[in-house]
């Protein structure tokens, strides 16, 4: 199968402090969850902005559909890769459906408004992501989840192949964060998207990634299947905290247990 995004030997450091990420290589397919997992300060969020443009890496390609990222003009770069960011302010109070129509601006000319068209795409992009029911309603007035969601759906607007979430179930609760996540793993199927996402909970990455890249102090430290790479001496050595593994039925789970954490060296 083709890849949808490559990265090749990618590294990045701020300024002239210590490397933030060194030599990261992965690809992902379309159809493909792409999870990036680590602790906090390990890289996850430099490496999306990385691929997102907003850093610019010192050394390695990127490579969208075959196409390098690198110089590519902004508009063509978001007809290709739409990011949803982990914090999200609203200075007006749009509605549901004027904010999912901003998705269309990469697709619109200079000074374009949106068509009938460009309408078609965000109304199907809000019935894709489940919330239809929430189209007149202002973004001030929903919940984190539905607000995710709606961010979700305006990047869908984009109609690009790649799909980046940074931490998208940040401050949900139990049932915002598996609805955010069931939504995403529908999309993927019938949009035929690769989608890199950060999380922090492995439960999360178990259950909803088909991959994992995982990451220690920029540098990759195992990438594959999730219920194969996060395993409990794993993120024992990484977090340096007790881990214990949880088997029910088919589904596999990883708790912290009981225990002083181990002291970092």
């Known amino acids: 199968m083709v890849e949808r995004i490559t990265v090749e030997n990618l590294s990045y450091r701020y300024d002239d402090h210590k490397w933030a990420l060194q030599d990261i290589s992965f690809k992902v397919e379309?159809?493909?969850?792409?999870?990036?997992?680590?602790?906090?300060?390990?890289?996850?969020?430099?490496?999306?902005?990385?691929?997102?443009?907003?850093?610019?890496?010192?050394?390695?390609?990127?490579?969208?559909?075959?196409?390098?990222?690198?110089?590519?003009?902004?508009?063509?770069?978001?007809?290709?890769?739409?990011?949803?960011?982990?914090?999200?302010?609203?200075?007006?109070?749009?509605?549901?459906?004027?904010?999912?129509?901003?998705?269309?601006?990469?697709?619109?000319?200079?000074?374009?408004?949106?068509?009938?068209?460009?309408?078609?795409?965000?109304?199907?992009?809000?019935?894709?992501?489940?919330?239809?029911?929430?189209?007149?309603?202002?973004?001030?007035?929903?919940?984190?989840?539905?607000?995710?969601?709606?961010?979700?759906?305006?990047?869908?607007?984009?109609?690009?192949?790649?799909?980046?979430?940074?931490?998208?179930?940040?401050?949900?609760d139990f049932r915002n964060q598996n609805q955010v996540l069931q939504q995403v793993r529908s999309l993927v199927e019938k949009r035929d998207l690769a989608v890199i996402i950060t999380l922090h909970d492995p439960n999360l990455v178990i259950q909803h990634a088909h991959r994992v890249l995982l990451l220690q102090e920029g540098k990759v430290v195992g990438i594959g299947a999730p219920r194969e790479k996060l395993r409990r001496e794993t993120l024992e050595e990484i977090y340096h905290l007790p881990v214990e593994e949880v088997t029910s039925g088919d589904h596999f789970f990883l708790v912290p247990r009981d225990g002083c954490c181990h002291d970092h060296e």
């Open 30 to 172: 379309p159809g493909e969850i792409f999870a990036l997992f680590g602790p906090n300060s390990c890289g996850k969020t430099t490496l999306l902005r990385c691929i997102s443009s907003l850093l610019k890496p010192k050394t390695g390609i990127i490579r969208v559909d075959g196409l390098n990222l690198a110089g590519m003009p902004a508009v063509k770069q978001a007809r290709r890769v739409a990011v949803v960011h982990q914090i999200h302010q609203s200075t007006f109070p749009y509605n549901v459906e004027t904010m999912v129509l901003m998705g269309r601006t990469p697709h619109l000319g200079f000074l374009g408004t949106p068509d009938s068209a460009a309408l078609t795409v965000a109304r199907k992009s809000i019935n894709d992501m489940g919330i239809g029911h929430l189209a007149d309603r202002y973004i001030n007035t929903l919940s984190g989840g539905e607000r995710q969601l709606v961010l979700i759906a305006r990047s869908l607007a984009q109609e690009t192949g790649v799909l980046l979430l940074d931490e998208p179930t940040t401050y949900l």
